[in-house]
């Protein structure tokens, strides 16, 4: 009983502290621990709104760990859905997170996907010595022996690093996809690891995973998932004209409650469209390698909107999701 | 050289006046923390990351003050050891065997300053023999799948369970629970949910440092309630400090060979300081002639165990760092740690973070230095600390856990699971269970399996993939000697009688 009195008392304090900041300042709630992708986004789009003079006070990042993104994802939705002076960190793991149903019921609809502006793209890798040369040699050994070309990547089984080679696949006619072999390790060094050791025979991953691989020469790409060949990498050519359609691409951006009116959703793309436009962020994608991915407001939801469902296809043939 | 470069890296950075003012906080905190009877490294690891954490530290100032910390505690150790005959931690169990005695007879001050130069030389021999092994391991990753790491954690359950502790069958029991609390949690491979009952605070699993700060933390809290905080007054006097250089030559085969055994010992993953000392000390023992001399206050059976325990630690830290598979139950902390500041250890990280690598190689070498200047000539300073009564000091150590788990992780949820995992800890230890496998067991519960389901993936189900390489066929040997090895040994290496502590 006492401890229902506390904790309820503790949570009501929690909250009017937050609101009593929230009317001054803008708060960015990064769903992780320090130091990861979503703390990265949070950070770096928080100080530039500053710098830039875009928001009148420092933008104060707030931690909030759990569930993959699902703790925080769910205070928003259930506890600041009208709260216009709130952004949280996102990625291409959330939305990968909301199609297979990884928050616990929890959809994507429940907040509003305002903008990206910046990915990290998306690479598939052989060992130097690799028989396959190009995609259509990879598309080719597996169409002809499906457990011949394994892939290692940084994410789960059923992630964005297990989609891509899957996605490959399907454009290029390919649907037994549940006979292609992926593992799940910690990270894309790793992945690039195994595959350098012979454990298995493709890496897929995000570029800034495997820079420094192709720059020591270990690796070969053999396509990066994007529109366009990368800055800098101009010599990787892209999946598409390879001849299979595919973009993959590790974004990063953020959402906002659903409930703000849209004067506000709209403000917060231009915003984000001034951090995007900023000298310090084409710094700060130099430095993390990501290359230029901007979308912002209307055009961004609807891209989300069809990401997800393409996911959720995708997810329930290889029966990650019923 | 290439070692060389990379030192001059790592010493760049670690000679920052920053970098120093951290060394020496947590030389100096890691020493009272090892000096303090219960307070062992582990707990005071453990204690202080998500302190480190609130603070902002980036991750190598965060790992230099810790792995300060891990050293100062180590050095600590003995301090309780000779004065109370209480050991500070449990490494530095054997120092009470021969250190207490020569107190009693008066020699506390040599006592002291013998095991100060023999932890040196230990430590800094270890960490010499870090700097040239480290590198040549890290050259192994690229022959490590998912078949082989299965085995080599496998391995690292095993010697700790079979030779870190006294009944197999308890330290199994410990593991297992271990493994099983890493189930909870989103399942990897295919994204189900496994014993999350529909609550989001377990979907990401059991935090590793929240299970830590519980088992390690609080569970000392509870146990010192029980106490009542008894056993905490000096019984011995400290004279006047000189060095006595005659027993220091004396002493000095002892610490090499005692350097030699516990690094080796320590690299042994799962094994630790707690073994190394008890090796190095049975080691010197069988070796001298004066064999009765010892646990009568000889001054070899000072220096050996403590080169021993102290090189054990600076050994541990190279499966730590190279294969991420901890050595003992600080490198476990630690490996939390890394793994917390989004620094994945094993092969990659002495070619992907050479500056983190090489500056905590530099800090350790630096702080070993300054620990010798803090535990010779101001060991008094520490003796003065030892008599801070219980009552203040565990108080203190609750509200740092509490404080620290919040601040780390925001959740009401992870202070109630915290208090939870002392009550399991409490219980374990009047059991005689170990807690170390149950927090080795979390930590890699989640490798270990997805290793074995990614072998079974690669190989199409065909159990024999486990023994496929003859690095893993080694390692299942290995492991299962070191499991069961022990059992027919410890007939024939007898522990020593175990300290007790004396009621006048």
Redo the contacts between chains.
Sequence with gaps: MKMTML?VL?TSALLSAMSVSSASATECIAPA????GWDFTCRQIGNILYEIKAVDAPVRV???????G??AF?HVASERSTDADLIVAASSATTTRLA?N???GLTADMVRFVGAIGADPGVIVVAKDSPLKNLSDMVEAIKADP?SV?FAGGS???GFDHMKPLQVMKAAGFNDITKI???????G??AI??T??G??QAMTGDMSEIV?FIRSGDVRALAVLTEERVPGFEDIPTAREQGFDVVAVNWRGLYVPKDISDADFNMWAERLQKVADSDQWKAAMTENGLAPFTKVGGDFQSWVDGVIADTVVLSKEIG??Q | MDILSNLELGFSIALSPYTLMLAFIGCFVGTIIGALPGLGPSNGVALLIPISFSMGFDAISALVLLTSVYYGAMYGGRISSILLNIPGDEPAMMTTLDGYPMAKQGLAGEALVISGVASFVGAFLATVGLILMAPWLANVAYKFGPAEYFALYFLAFCTLGGMGSKNQTKSAIAACMGLGIAMVGVDELTNMQRYTFDNMHLFDGVDFLVAIVGLFAVSEVFMFIESHGKNSAIGVKLGRLFIPWKLLNQTKGAMLRGTGIGFLAGILPGAGASLGSFLAYVGEKAVSKDKDSFGKGNPRGVAAPEAGNNAAAGGALIPMLTLGVPGSGTTAVLLALLLTLNITPGPLLFTDRPDVVWSLIASLLIANVMLLVMNVPMVKVFVKILMVPSWVLLPGVTMIAFVGIFSLTGSSFDMLLMVAFGVLGYVCRKLDIPTVPIILGILLGNAMENKMRQAMVLSDGDWTFYFSSPISISFWIAGILGFVAPIFLRQYLKKPPQPTIDED
Excluded: L, R, W
């Excluded at chain 1, 707030?62 to 993959?68: D, K, S």
């Design positions: 904790k503790g621990n320090p130091g990861g707030t931690n909030m760990a759990g569930g993959g699902g703790v769910a297979q990884a928050f616990a457990g394994a789960a089984v059923g072999k992926y593992i799940g390790v910690d990270g060094a790793d690891t195994q350098i050791g454990f298995t420094g990650v999701i």
